[in-house]
């Protein structure tokens, strides 16, 4: 038995077979459709007896590898790629629940994900319970006969909080419930839930996957008879990720590993930088010991991510001054790029939530969400520090 991999090297090896050309970097399968050899080669492939491609919507050599790659790194089953991450989390909820099941989530998540929740899945009678992530006690006391999934987003968006998937894991033991973990902000390289007892983690790969900028993507892996039910569902619906894009973000996750040492290598010192500085009230980065759940970080993460929370003094009208002031970073609502990014959520992504509401996932006033890049940290940290002067 050959010995399992590490995850640099199957993030590089896992590679699609040559073809006759004997090339080395793998080719764009730019095609709509794939033939057949005669009718019975057609007739076993549309029923599933021969395994290869048939459409570009079910499967496509380059999608297959990137999903490939993913499942590898995260030590999953199977697998499905599409075309955003949001349409990852929506297929993946539309795939597995039926009129009058139940989701149990928490509060912090993804602004789209939180609209699917209350304005989307309701049309369909799925109804959705949040609990406090800081308050994980409160979990069991939301699960009712109905309730299908318990999901979650570790760490969390923008705020940076931190779920114990352990804790999570024996909650879906226990009630014989799906755990769905979305794993954007760490990336397989950082964390991965399966390891923890998620059935099916999500990634937004238009993130730190791939990490410049260029395409959109998401895929969902984990337990092969759930993936089995998104296929159907995605086969038949076509939200399926573009050749172009798989390939680009196959190659990406090439390059995965060093430029997420490099992403936090740099996030530490940001951190470090403003949680000295004496207009910031408080600074949210996981792998600071002054983070609530910093244990709970270190025991299921390798590094604390790219991401840092930190409230400015002063509330919106100081968060926007600073977001005025910002030279070199960018002003985005993206993540994970080479570039520095910096976000003022509570008057620009949320401001169109209540206070309570904002106040309710940790939203401050001030708070500023940092995706901090791979430029040279002093440059980043000087940025930082004339716009907060």
Known sequence: MSKKKHIETEAIRTQLNRSEYLEHSVPLYLTSSFVFEDAEDMRASFTEEKERNIYSRFTNPNTSEFVDKICKMEGAEAGYAFATGMAAVFSTFAALLNSGDHIVSARSVFGSTHSLFTKFLPKWNIKTSYFDVNKP?????????????????????????????????????????????????????????????AHLVIHSATKLIDGQGR???????????????????????????????????????????????????????????????????????????????????????KLGGNIVAFEVKGGIDAGRKFLNAIKMCSLSANLGDTRTIVTHPASTTHSSLAEEDRLAVNITDGLVRTSVGLEHVDDIIADLEQALG
Request: one cysteine or more; glycine letters at 4%.
């Open 137 to 197: 006690e409160t979990i069991e006391g939301l699960i009712t006969p109905a309730t299908k999934i318990l999901y979650a987003e570790s760490p969390t968006n923008p705020a940076v909080d931190i779920i114990d998937l352990d804790l999570l894991n024996n909650i879906a033991k226990k009630h014989d419930l799906i755990l769905v973990i979305d794993n954007c902000f760490a990336t397989p390289y950082i964390q991965q839930p399966i390891k923890h007892g």
């Open 215 to 301: 395409v959109l993507g998401g895929v969902t892996v984990g337990q092969a008879d759930l993936i089995r039910e998104i296929y159907l569902f995605s086969r038949n619906t076509g939200p399926a990720l573009s050749p172009f894009n798989a390939w680009v973000l196959s190659k990406s996750l090439e390059t995965l590993p060093v430029r997420v040492e490099k992403h936090c290598e740099n996030a530490v010192k940001v951190a470090e930088f403003l949680e000295k500085h004496p207009k910031i009230n408080w600074v949210k980065y996981p792998f600071l010991k002054s983070h609530p759940q910093y244990e709970v970080a270190k025991k299921q993460m």
